[in-house]
């Protein structure tokens, strides 16, 4: 480029999963807009509890509004797809400040849900569940 400037911002990517679903998140500077799967988030997640648990990270940092954050997301349901997100932004708010990660940490944003459906086991109709037994 002559005389010019590099006009990319600096990206910081994370990602985050919880159950089936897996979260690629990327935070820019800007002006707090959070796009899903390039919908808004209010338009993705459609319930409010999960717009609240995705945002708890930039609010307990007190970054809400400085960063524009892209995510693509796929996997599993809402509430799922949402902790993942909720894990992606603060792994990549770690990312721009290593000094949140005590805030993050006391918060529990950090640790990754490892809680996933039990498989199914043979000679039973689910995970725990088993056929019914008559003696006779």
């Known amino acids: 480029m002559k005389g010019g400037e590099?006009?990319?911002k600096e990206e910081?990517?994370?990602v985050g999963r919880r159950k089936k679903s897996i979260a690629?998140?990327?935070l820019s500077e800007g002006t707090g807009k959070i796009q899903v799967n390039g919908k808004e988030l209010d338009e993705y997640l459609k319930r409010q509890n999960l717009i609240i648990m995705v945002n708890q990270p930039?609010?307990?940092?007190?970054?809400?509004?400085h960063?524009?954050?892209?995510?693509?997301?796929?996997?599993g349901g809402s509430t799922g797809q949402a902790g993942a997100i909720r894990l992606g932004?603060?792994?990549?708010i770690l990312l721009i400040d290593g000094s949140y990660r005590k805030i993050?940490?006391?918060?529990?944003f950090l640790t990754r849900d490892s809680r996933i459906k039990?498989?199914?086991k043979y000679g039973q109709p689910g995970a725990r569940k088993k056929f019914q037994f008559s003696k006779r």
């Open 6 to 8: 590099n006009l990319a």
């Open 12 to 14: 910081f990517c994370a």
């Open 24 to 26: 690629r998140v990327r």
């Open 58 to 65: 930039l609010v307990a940092t007190d970054i809400e509004g």
């Open 67 to 75: 960063y524009d954050i892209k995510v693509n997301v796929g996997g």
């Open 89 to 92: 932004i603060a792994r990549a």
């Open 104 to 108: 993050l940490k006391e918060n529990g």
């Open 118 to 120: 039990e498989r199914k």
